[in-house]
């Protein structure tokens, strides 16, 4: 099988489960926006390895492959399997909520804003903190007109809470002071 299939060469697409539509369409827009999310977590993965954050952000990209999958298929029958493989549920948004209470146990409460920065891979995922911003903002417009499931973007914003708090455990673990406003 090529990789390249010509088929998107007059700036249409083809949706998961059928159907085409032009690259600039919202459901493009908001499934675009959780890959490049995806992909910059696989960056910050990458950069400065810390296991206690890596752990916690690989699943996380396998649950974005599927909510991507999710926003690219036009389909309810299955959009609900895609749900379904990709464990988006009350008990996955639930993980994410004890894996933000876990990182605020070792960290120093808010007082006041962070600047992001601080270590490589906090400044790395500081990025993919807004990156996921966006995405729940293209989610959130591509539901405008489209049918979604409400828990995708309870993940998105469930998601970039815990990627704020993942950026300031990598400063802290890595032995760098936040710098507040």
């Known amino acids: 099988m090529k990789i390249y299939t010509k ?19 919202p459901r493009v827009a908001a499934y675009g ?15 400065e390895p810390m296991p206690r954050v890596d752990d916690v952000l ?6 974005l492959l599927a909510v991507g999958a999710l926003l690219a ?20 948004i639930r993980e994410l909520e004890q894996a933000i ?3 605020d146990l070792e960290l120093e409460p808010l ?11 906090a400044a790395t995922l500081h990025v993919c903190r807004t990156v996921c911003r966006r995405a729940e ?8 007109s489209e049918a979604i499931p409400e828990l995708a973007i ?16 990598a400063s802290r673990q890595a032995g760098v002071v936040e710098e507040t406003w």
């Open 7 to 25: 088929t998107g060469d007059k700036g249409e697409t083809g949706l998961f489960g059928g159907g085409r539509v032009p690259k600039d369409h």
């Open 73 to 92: 298929t036009p389909n309810p029958a299955k959009m609900r399997e895609h749900l379904t493989k990709a464990r988006i549920d009350e008990r996955r």
């Open 33 to 47: 926006e959780v890959d490049e999310l995806n992909s910059f977590l696989g960056l910050a993965r990458a950069t």
């Open 58 to 63: 690989l699943p996380i990209q396998r649950d």
């Open 137 to 144: 903002r293209a989610v959130v417009a591509m539901e405008e």
């Open 111 to 121: 007082k006041a804003f962070i600047i992001p920065g601080g270590s490589q891979k």
């Open 101 to 103: 209470d876990a990182c």
């Open 154 to 169: 309870v993940y998105l914003n469930r998601l970039s809470d815990l990627l704020f708090t993942l950026a300031r455990l």
